[in-house]
């Protein structure tokens, strides 16, 4: 059974003392909660309607509901219903994360006219408008339950210069991410979370990194969801399980070294939640300045993570230009697609503290080989069998 919340119908008392007909007033009152600066509070709603005098007259008179109050009745009745449940989320308000979630609310007709009658024949000044509470899967109370009261990292990654089948994977990659719990002990896995790659799920075609040059394959592109999604998880210090760098540097993967590939089954990230506490993940995108991020939040465990700028060493020229089918591109010409990158060795380091005390340190190592640049030609260009 759904708990029952109350509209109060009330008459102002200083009605009586100046002796003047005040008019009616729907009134309702109920509460949500809010989580900020880690804490869970209650913060009120008010809404109130007027009630016409002459219906109030009519059905004192008759002992009964007059008919003249039933548009009122369905114009609260539509309002109150169409409020939906909607899940907690966090947004940042002015540099402060708040989560807030909606309950939905359900009229009560019949209580709403057995209540409001029996007030008008006793002569109270109030009344109760009955409503049932339809309170969300992903509630304030559930997020607090789970100890996720506070920010804890984001990650975040620019695909600026994307084409459109690159950006499509991005997002929905991303959305496929959005607003889920990292149980404490929980070994977060993105090839599972992600699920299926093709288009049965909305994904489409695009380019990957394949054989020493680029093929089209379902979900070109995801690695920019498993690169940003990693840096979030790595800043709130959660160990590593698995991880792979590229075959070679990806610009949009920049700071070098700062990223996560991956190619189900053979290539996946994993990451174990140590914090001890639930974990929840936001998505988050922008595609005005084509960026995409990812929000970590749970409880305040006392970490500081620092995260070193990229130390690059060994530098290899980059290889000879490989080509890829294009049908687009006429017999004869090319259109280039990837830029030739120098092999080269990136080393991040992790210092994890707590109070001040360091209890966890990482090195984050990368190895990247040449990168020759990848153009697209003709399918039945003489260039495509030198591949082979």
Known sequence: MLPLLTLALAVPAQAAQSGKSQPFKLILKTSEQKIQKGRVTEHPIVKSWTVPAAGIAASKKHRKLSTTLVPLLNRIEKQVNARKPEPAVFRNVSGRWI????TGWLFDRDRTKANLLMAIR???????????????????????????RTHVA??????AGSPSFREKNILVGASKLDNFFIAPGHEFNFNEEIGQIDASTGFVKGFVITGGTLEKEDGGGICQVS?????????????????????????????????????????????????????????????????????VFGANTGRTVNISKPSITRFKAPKNPSYTADPNVARGARRLLDTPA??????????????????????LKSTYEPWGA???????????????
């Open 154 to 159: 984001t990650g975040s990654s620019s695909y």
């Open 374 to 388: 990848v153009y697209g030609v003709n399918p039945k260009d003489r260039r495509l069998k030198s591949r082979s």
């Open 227 to 295: 690169t940003t999604i990693f840096r979030a998880l790595y800043k709130a210090g959660l160990p590593i399980t698995e991880r792979h760098e590229h075959s070679h540097r990806v610009k949009y993967y920049d700071p070098v070294g700062f990223e996560a590939t991956v190619y189900a089954p053979a290539k996946n990230l994993r990451m174990k939640n140590d914090t001890g506490a639930y974990l929840m993940i936001q998505a988050g995108w922008d595609t005005a300045a084509k960026t995409v991020r990812f929000d």
């Open 99 to 102: 989560a807030t979630d909606q």
């Open 342 to 363: 120098q092999g080269m060795t990136s080393v991040l380091r992790r210092t994890i503290k707590v109070k001040g005390k360091v209890i966890s340190r990482h090195t």
């Open 122 to 148: 006793s002569g109270k000044g109030q009344a109760q408008v009955a409503f049932k509470e339809i309170r969300p899967r992903r509630s304030v109370a559930l997020l607090a339950k789970r100890g996720v």
